[in-house]
């Protein structure tokens, strides 16, 4: 692309919030696509992001082989070191400071609607200072749950591990009947939970109910729901977000620690699981049941080689995206996919600002969930399947 | 091969115990080698092993299309059905009775050694019944506790699993640094769990410390072991068996729940994470550290797209070897695997007594385990590895 706007310095890139499979995808693309720019005359990766811009912790990645980065783009988790920070005013000027010493005039920040309020935040303060510069946020998130985009990178892997979790979960539960319960992550957003609907091939398969954080979550009718699934199948497998909650918004289980964003940790607990695998025994009291719960946990963000083929290349186009618009306009804002078509699949990245994709985050559409709030629509399916790609067929006799 | 023996009649073969993702490969080696061997006259797949053929619940799988059970080969979990029942002498003789009435001359049972056992009782009610009959054990499981084999079929593809989610997950545990821990299925036997010293590719890599069932688990020690490896690395990725036990031989975590066969329930809980969570926690009693707790749970022995190749190979192979070895000799026994060269890797089939299978499980060699029991060694890498086959490089900055 060819070099219009009269910004020239280094740029700044870092990773930001949880990591995901292809997160090193984006960093891959801004860094190719900054060698190809004039007006930037050196590139720093951050490490751990906001924290690393602090302490000068730079990784100079001007020159570093495009094979050791084309490596680095296929490995899952963000190689730069990722960082949950939301910084307040005193740290924003802080990391200003640094930005103005090293004359870096770019800054890219790879993360979810955290990331995008901070990039907001040090672009405000540079028009402030009167200080020429350009911020670009790169989305990611496996939970889905930015505005204004189509879906986010990193969303697809994740939700093709969730997919392919539920297949396999499912055979085996077929293979050994009872009732399991599996626990996907999402605190607000209920897009990688629904996922595991994508599981199902053929009349019967699981999962059976699908608990979403959009929807109250009632232990009476939970209760309710898993005895009908038992009986129309004999055996019963449940999608549940870590996020539900009952109807005055509390938690139905948690480890009752916080992370630094003040949020209740949900993540790297077995708890909610053991919960509902306890009502679910309650559900059937006096009954012999088999009831199992697995936490999905951690793996199903950074699993090697299940990736998303779309999502890997969608990865790979925001970061490429965001070097290109930063460099040729001089203007902030963060990348989007629009899609284009779902069958066959197209898409396209734009520009939205900033304002419109910080702080606050999204959630699944109504027309995705059923009218019981224990399953997803055709419209889900139809959104979701192009983007996770082909998944292996099960076999059966 | 052609047939010697001149046994002539049905078989009957069934899948036992905990699925893995390549017992359908067994199975399909069976029933693609009994069409070719002229004295079995009908191939009939119990439902869930023991359970199904007490109830005559069989499918015929005499002319099922070689394309549908190309599909079950490569589809995780037991097609036919698995149980867990160590049938008692009331219920082999039930069994014994229907194979008599449906004229079956060969029972081939694919599991553990609990369904070797079983398979050894049948064999001996025949031989004291005078009836003309031959039952051959084929082995898998994900634990790898058989003995007299190298190894189990199954266990690489689990191996391989657990493998790449320790990739991915120290990829995530550095990127955002604190203390992990990974729960991995092994009741007796740390196999598994060992797997894990795969995933290591560089210095500092975790795990960094790994806990089997073979070795006393001391809960001071595990904190000290904690502190030393934050101490070195400023994070610490840890493997952990669900079996480990304490000096008495209680295990650390339990959901106090027992299963069919009078073993207390380890796998489908988050519990014993939860506990080792706990404990880290109080080993940087009054420190901020980020500790999280995962259990990998089902997912490790029926992930779809997570087989090992020679895992694959060697379970059809199995399959195949139990049907020949049958239909030539006429004999019972259990089929292993014997190692034949490391690098290259290749393997033979043979044939061992179902009393030297039954009952009994074996553990990891003492030459494995590191001395202070909280590591793997070299021999354990070279032993494992050739199975688990090459993985994914993972690219670092």
Redesign the interface.
Known sequence: MATQNKLVGKMVIG?SG??T?VI?QSLVGAVLAARQQINITGIL?AR?GIAGIMKEDF?D?TT?SVE?????????????????LKPGRAECEKVFEVFRKNDVRYFFYIGGNDSAETAHIIAEMAKEANYDFCTVHIPKTIDNDLKVTDHCPGFASAARFVA??F???D??N????GI?VNVVMGRSAGFLTAASALARQAEGDGPHLIYLPERVFDVEQFKQDVRDAVAKYGRCVIAASEGISDKDGNPIST?GEKDSHGNVQL?????L??TL?ALVKDAFAGQKVR?????????Q??????VSEIDAKEARAVGDYAVGHATSTGQPGSVAIRRLSSTPYSSECFITPLSSVAREATEMKGEYINEAGNDVTQAWIDYVAPLVGE???????
């Open positions: 990773q949880g990591p499979a090193n990766g751990h990784i990645l570093q050791q980065l084309e490596l680095v783009a296929t490995t899952p988790a963000a190689a730069l070191g990722s960082v949950r392919l979790a297949m396999g979960d055979r085996d077929r293979a050994l009947e399991k480890s993540s790297g607990s077995g708890a699981g053991d695998a009831v199992r719960a697995d936490t999905f946990g951690y793996l963000r950074s699993f090697p080689t299940i998944l292996p067929k099960m076999g059966r006799l």
